[in-house]
């Protein structure tokens, strides 16, 4: 490729609407071109590094057995995959089948590094015959994309997901918060992230009594009227699904000191939409906000019954002779117990972790760490089809799904492999292997950088602008191949061509015949 004739102009100094270093420096060197916030055009140069993402991408699960397909653009992947279900999966001799491809989707809220507005992501589909084999598969799958991710020089993280796991990039403008422990290596996303609940000393139960609490609108005020900490109350926090005045309402019981996981709660009751309960709605269950526990409510016993839905988090196990609202204006209840005083339909964990709670696996404290989500799975929960196993007998195509960011990781290589001049490409993505910049108009100089051009075939981005040598090599660093080479009349006296690593300050000169063998090598699959 020319630079005479590549389209793109470089700029010397970044935009104001770059948010990284990284952008910027993307923008400068003519990879791609905001045209809205989080909206961008991929350039030629941009384009190529692009490319070779989705290629090492593809291969990495070409290699495990994937087969690409294309997808409607309008419809879901997964809603468009599911329906290929019927018709091409009857029996065990289907299965296993890992079928991949890429798609455009808009991104709402925005996403990533760069803030994306719309995105391009892999997905892949798992089909398996049963759900521990799938797991097993799809962590496969995910290992596999994090040695590519690894091929770029990027230390992606694996961590705990809902029903998976994902890899993150720590980064301080990521878009994900992981919960880490620096101990014992524990990670999880937080919407996924468990931790321990000590159970202190056991202690004798008290009775329950009324005591008036006046003025106490939050559980710290009800703590502190009463003498006791927060972790010694329990707190009540409302939901409801479907219109107003005909959903129905999902109390949540847990200790006084946590807070909600409404990614866990959805999960929990199958992905119901969630909203904050009206004032209305949770008197109609006999309930009175702000003085509100399941104490003397009739509980639903199971999700399809009659009575109020409550779902107790397990650190109302943790615990003893606890505050809890009376369901009576101006009154608490002191020592109350799980399960003497209330009922619960569920206990599960429910409650969002923080950066200082004790580790679910070893008990020191977690710490919170930013970063960008690179690459996922998950299993699908949903009983989609039947096949017929060896036996005949039907049994639900065990079904999960992973996902890659192209773009993501392009950004993250941006953000991460740079330095104060410019960009500094791993061979894996790099849009040339070679910058040849070209000094001088005297025909032994123009010939030899052809012959270089015709040696490399077609992996060396040529500059043969009518610019300085300064402007070149300066364009050079910003655009970050791998290998720079510079033909000159002085080279040529030196004895050929000079050659210097993108990431090195030394140059040589080396005859134009063994050009070839300072070409970065690209990692094999």
């Not at 709402?108 to 719309?118: I, V």
């Not at 964990?349 to 696996?361: M, S």
Request: net charge negative.
């Amino acid at each position: 490729m020319l630079a005479s004739r590549l389209f793109g102009r470089t700029l010397r100094e970044p935009p104001a609407d770059a948010i990284t270093p990284g952008l910027g420096l993307m923008i400068r060197a003519a990879f791609l071109t905001p045209v809205e916030p989080g909206r961008y055009v991929w350039l030629p140069l941009g384009a190529r590094v692009l490319e070779k993402a989705r290629a090492r991408l593809s291969a990495a699960l070409e290699a495990l057995g994937g087969q690409a397909m294309d997808l409607p653009v309008s419809v879901p992947e997964e809603r468009a995959l599911r329906a290929l279900l019927p018709r091409h999966v009857a029996s065990h001799r289907d299965l296993p089948r890992l079928l991949y491809g890429f798609h455009r989707r808009m991104a709402d809220p925005p996403w990533g590094l760069w803030r994306w507005r719309e995105r391009e992501v892999l997905w892949a589909m798992v089909l398996q015959t049963d759900p521990a084999t799938r797991d097993g598969f799809c962590e496969e799958v995910l290992d596999a994309l994090r040695q590519e991710l690894a091929h770029t020089g990027l230390e992606a993280r694996r961590a705990e997901a809902l029903d998976g796991a994902v890899l993150v990039m720590p980064h301080p403008s990521g878009e994900a918060e992981v919960l880490h422990c620096p101990t014992c290596g524990y990670a999880a996303v937080a919407e996924a992230a468990r931790f321990q609940l000590p159970l202190g000393e056991p202690e004798p139960l008290e009775e329950v009594r009324p005591v008036a609490t006046p003025d106490c609108p939050t559980i710290a005020d009800v703590a502190a009227y009463v003498g006791v900490p927060t972790a010694r109350t329990l707190k009540a926090v409302f939901y409801a699904t479907g219109p107003e005045g005909a959903g129905e309402v999902v109390f949540v019981v847990i200790r006084g000191d946590l807070e909600v996981n409404e990614t866990k709660l959805r999960r929990l009751l199958g992905g119901s939409d969630l909203r904050p309960a009206t004032e209305g709605e949770i008197r109609a269950i006999g309930a009175v906000p702000g003085y509100a526990s399941p104490v003397g409510l009739r509980v639903r016993p199971a999700r399809d019954g009659t009575g109020v839905l409550v779902v107790g988090d397990r650190s109302i196990q943790a615990g003893a002779n606890f505050v809890a609202g009376a369901n009576r204006d101006g009154y608490h209840l002191t020592g109350v117990n799980y399960p003497r005083d209330f009922a619960v339909t569920f206990l599960e964990d429910v409650a969002q972790a923080r950066a200082g709670l004790p580790c679910p696996e070893c008990g020191a404290p977690l710490e919170s760490v930013p970063g960008t989500v690179l690459a996922s799975w998950w299993a699908d929960r949903a009983v989609l089809h039947p096949y017929a196993d060896p036996d005949g007998v039907l049994r639900p195509v065990a079904v999960g799904w992973c996902r890659a960011e192209p773009e993501g990781w392009v950004a993250a290589v941006a953000e991460t492999c740079r330095d104060e001049w410019g960009l500094i490409w791993p061979p894996a993505l790099a849009p040339f292997d070679v910058h040849l910049v070209v000094l001088g108009k005297d025909e032994p100089v123009r010939e030899t950088a052809e012959s270089i051009c015709r040696l490399l075939a077609g992996q060396v981005l040529c500059d043969d602008r009518d610019e300085s040598a300064g402007v070149k090599f300066a364009d050079a660093d910003l655009i970050g191949c791998p290998v720079r080479l510079t033909v000159s009349r002085r080279s040529l006296e030196a004895g050929g061509v000079e050659v210097k690593a993108r990431t090195e300050k030394e140059r040589r000169v080396v005859p134009v015949d063994q050009v070839a063998e300072y070409r970065p090598q690209t990692p094999d699959h």
